[in-house]
């Protein structure tokens, strides 16, 4: 009775709506990617397009930025997470708010995160003014390498909320009779964590990563809102060179770059999906 | 496992540090929008919410927008999920996934297709170019699957036997049962929607139709006082919002990852 027609009708809008803006656009720009010329005179040229981009400077900078953004940011973000998600799990159960705070930075708008930065961390702001109070020369925030740990700062205050309510409702999961047993066994909090948590929580870190990687995508928008479409070195990513490319009707590039930012997410997934499902091959 | 007097100290004191660190801006923000050196000021707010009719005018307009696409991608995402979670038919599985990738990629990718697109179809500067690709974003049919997955079956085939077809059993009984899925979904739609950046900038050619949280950046009023509850008011029906319904908002975040 549960037709299969019915289940084709009721994904249809969604289906078709994904096939119209999302997948249609991702072929044209795997089209565009081996192509060269526009309008009329568009050629297939093979990989060529691919050959020339690597070798671009701005190209390798912007990559090179954005895989050294989510190198350093999803390690930290996930160990932070799971930190406060381990030290905060009998406080939440008290305390229901505590995981609304949590998300509090999540929900805070893209204007108003760009406005505090600039209160902050601009010249005349903040920061600088409490280390004139204390006698310490001020600094330049928003330049040069510090401006990467600004980012960073800012991508880990407005998303760990989020990996922290993944996290925590995996851990809830844990029984905690498997806890006591091991106590009454004696084993250390480390022999604990490494032989109870982490073996169930597999497909949680999964998630918590998943989404951790969503939001750093979106952390550009701050990046662009705060530096502008030509920001210093250090935060020129690989949305930046997207952007410019955009801007300058730059076909190839932009389809280039946007094919190998994804393949680099899928070798990245693909790997992680199938460690998680090998760890979590014992459950059914 | 019980834990010492020390521990649950400390790990009391470190939640309120965190619960600091993560309110302390917006609290800051709060205090210094009516509180100059001088005293408490309330003309930054008279002037941004009555005077200047430019920045309310631009909050309606991007509450509508957001709205529609809130509203729209419920409907699209109910029907989604549900088709997802309770119907079997063959490609359900691969179908999803192809959907979960989709949802991870940044907008960048598919942003000049799509703005060749609207071009040909004249939708370009207009409203639509903004909410019909947010409509259609795989998130909130992900998050409702999994959440109507946990309807056990026997309450649908009771319904079945009893003569309901499927839209009844949606609005009777699914909806119903997961509201704070549903809320979840509008939730993080409107969110999204909210705070977009480069689609504004991509398809909009006016800058009169820009709205709230692109235009506060690209022209910052530049009187701080007037600038600060400005950021107020983008941060209001968010705030709202999340004051109302933050159970609702761990809960389908959480729902998410349900096996």
């Known amino acids: 009775m549960r037709k299969k027609s019915s289940g084709y009708i009721l994904i249809a809008p969604?289906?078709?709506?994904c096939l119209v803006f999302y997948l249609a656009p991702f072929l044209l720009v795997l089209r565009f990617s081996f192509s060269a010329g526009s309008g009329k005179s568009i050629r297939w040229v093979g990989l060529e397009n691919y050959q020339r981009l690597i070798q671009n400077d701005s190209f390798a900078l912007a990559f090179g930025n954005s895989m050294k953004f989510f190198a350093v940011g999803l390690p930290l973000i996930m160990v932070l997470a799971y930190l406060i998600a381990l030290l905060m799990q009998k406080q939440t159960g008290r305390h229901k708010l505590l995981k609304s705070v949590f998300l509090f930075p999540?929900?805070?708008?893209?204007?108003?995160?760009?406005?505090?930065?600039?209160?902050?961390?601009?010249e005349m702001?903040?920061?600088?003014?409490l280390l004139n109070i204390m006698g310490l020369p001020a600094a330049q925030w928003m330049e040069g390498s510090s401006a990467f740990w600004v980012t960073i700062g800012l991508y880990l205050w407005k998303n760990v909320g989020y990996a922290i309510?993944?996290?925590l409702a995996g851990l809830i999961t844990i029984p905690s009779d498997q806890y006591e047993s091991a106590d009454l066994d004696g084993a250390s909090t480390w022999q604990k964590f490494f032989f109870i948590t982490t073996p169930q929580m597999w497909y949680s870190v999964f998630f918590a990563l998943v989404f951790s990687i969503i939001n750093g995508f979106k952390c550009f928008r701050e990046i662009f809102l705060i530096g502008?479409?030509?920001?210093g070195d250090e935060i020129y990513m690989l949305q930046h060179f997207l952007n410019n490319s955009f801007e300058s009707l730059n076909y190839a590039s932009l389809s280039v770059s946007s094919i190998l930012l994804?393949?680099?997410?899928?070798?990245?997934f693909g790997v992680f999906y199938g460690f998680v499902n090998r760890k979590e091959a014992y459950r059914t | 496992m019980t834990e010492s007097r020390v521990f649950r100290g400390v790990s009391g004191a470190?939640?309120?540090?965190?619960?600091?660190?993560?309110?302390?801006?917006f609290c800051y923000v709060l205090l210094s929008s009516f509180w100059t050196g001088n005293g408490v000021n309330f003309m930054p707010y008279y002037d941004v919410f009555w005077a200047q009719s430019q920045y309310m005018l631009r909050f309606w307009r991007s509450l509508g927008l957001c709205l529609c696409v809130g509203l729209g991608q419920l409907f699209v995402s109910v029907l989604a999920g549900f088709g997802f979670a309770k119907c079997r038919f063959p490609g359900r599985d691969v179908i999803f996934f192809g959907l979960m990738i989709l949802m991870v990629l940044p907008v960048q990718v598919t942003l000049v297709p799509n703005y060749i697109m609207m071009g040909q179809l004249g939708l370009l500067d207009s409203y639509l170019a903004l909410i019909l690709p947010l409509i259609f974003a795989p998130l909130g049919a992900f998050i409702l699957r999994q959440s109507f997955a946990s309807i056990p079956e026997n309450i649908i085939d009771a319904a079945m036997l009893d003569g309901c077809g499927i839209p009844t059993i949606i609005l009777k009984i699914a909806i119903p049962m997961n509201v704070s899925g549903l809320v979840?979904?509008?939730?993080?739609s409107f969110l999204d929607a909210w705070n977009m950046v480069e689609q504004p900038i991509a398809y909009l050619r006016n800058f009169n139709y820009y709205p709230l949280s692109v235009a506060l950046a690209y022209v910052p009023p530049a009187d701080v006082p007037i600038h600060l509850v400005c950021c107020i008011l983008v941060v209001l029906p968010c705030f709202l919002l999340f004051a109302f319904f933050n159970q609702e908002l761990v809960e389908g975040i959480t729902l998410a990852e349900v096996k």
């Open chain 1, 14 to 17: 969604l289906v078709l709506g």
């Open chain 1, 106 to 122: 999540y929900i805070m708008p893209v204007a108003g995160t760009v406005l505090l930065v600039d209160l902050f961390f601009s």
């Open chain 1, 125 to 129: 702001g903040l920061l600088n003014s």
């Open chain 1, 165 to 167: 309510i993944l996290l």
């Open chain 1, 228 to 231: 502008g479409q030509e920001p």
């Open chain 1, 262 to 268: 994804l393949t680099a997410i899928l070798i990245f």
């Open chain 2, 14 to 25: 470190f939640a309120a540090l965190l619960s600091v660190i993560f309110l302390a801006p």
């Open chain 2, 184 to 188: 979840c979904a509008f939730l993080l």
